[in-house]
């Protein structure tokens, strides 16, 4: 039960901040899903045809994604935007100083950019990090150019079930971050002022060998609990034996493998908003279809 009084899911974003400054120094090693979800982005990217001059890395931690950015669009200006400054000094240790690539620590949901300044959003693996979606696609439509397009790849509700099954057992405390269904994400892209949503889904499963190794990823990455409703004191070692003891299943394996569900999605820039700042789609401009695959 949560105790706490604060909202189910929500989310302390100087936790987050705090815990990617600790990851960065060794993100990139294991950083598997992250580079796994990017390489998915560039495949859908690939039919899409865009002029592209200038392109936001939201949510860039050390900057591969912008790296990859700028070497496929050798002549753009090449944003690489992040919370946390620790992953941003990083990116930019890790950069040609040569590139066409700057560093910009901000607030997603506050972009520090004019509007329809940007050609091109890249946000891989941001948005289970964003409490506040509509702002954030707020600020993606008011950023991004007429036709310009916003990418984006995410964890779905189906994502970390078995470590959220085994902390259940023990508990009711809120330890796993509650993903929003691809179909709502969709939903609050459109009522941003985006257009043209399409989403679809894949699966990876991803084994560990052992439950310490999880959660040593999950603190390397910056994953581990930010939650808000999360309990305020330690947890007990007792409680924590309970809790693995559970997640390696009643045949006790020491080896476990864990489901995610993967987001992709795009969406085009309208370039409509009205003076009191509420963006207007006409009905015919509405569309969107899903698609669901399973390795």
Not at 241 to 267: I, N, Q, T, W
Request: charged fraction near 30%; include cysteine; hydrophobic fraction near 40%.
């Amino acid at each position: 039960m949560n105790t706490s009084g604060q909202k189910p899911g929500k989310l302390k974003p100087q936790d987050v901040t705090r815990r990617f400054d600790r990851a960065a120094v060794k993100f990139d090693a294991v950083d598997f899903v992250h580079r796994h979800a990017a390489k998915g982005l560039f495949e859908r990217m690939s039919p899409m045809l865009v002029n592209v001059e200038r392109v936001l890395d939201a949510g860039a931690a050390t900057g591969s994604g912008s790296r990859a950015l700028a070497r496929r669009f050798p002549r753009s200006r090449v944003l690489c935007l992040d919370s946390s400054a620790y992953m941003l000094k990083r990116a930019k240790k890790k950069r040609s100083r040569f590139a066409r690539i700057s560093e910009l620590r901000a607030d997603a949901t506050r972009l520090p950019l004019r509007e329809g300044s940007i050609d091109l959003v890249f946000a891989n693996m941001l948005l289970p990090w964003i409490d506040d979606l509509p702002a954030f696609f707020m600020e993606i439509n008011r950023v991004l150019r007429k036709d310009g397009l916003f990418v984006f790849s995410s964890l779905g509700p189906d994502s970390l079930g078995e470590l959220r099954q085994a902390w259940s057992t023990v508990d009711r405390g809120e330890h796993v971050n509650a993903f929003i269904d691809m179909h709502d994400v969709g939903d609050r892209i459109l009522q941003a002022g985006l257009r043209e949503p399409v989403l679809d889904v894949d699966y990876l499963s991803v084994t560990y060998r052992s439950a310490g190794a999880l959660f040593e990823d999950l603190t390397l990455t910056g994953a581990r609990n930010s939650l808000e409703g999360r309990r305020k004191s330690l947890t007990g070692k007792n409680r924590f034996g309970d809790m693995k003891r559970a997640l390696a299943g009643p045949a006790g394996d020491k080896s476990l493998v864990l489901r995610l569900e993967l987001v992709f999605g795009h969406a085009w820039g309208s370039g409509l908003r009205s003076a009191s700042g509420e963006f207007r789609l006409d009905v015919g401009d509405i569309g969107r279809r899903s698609r669901r695959r399973s390795d």
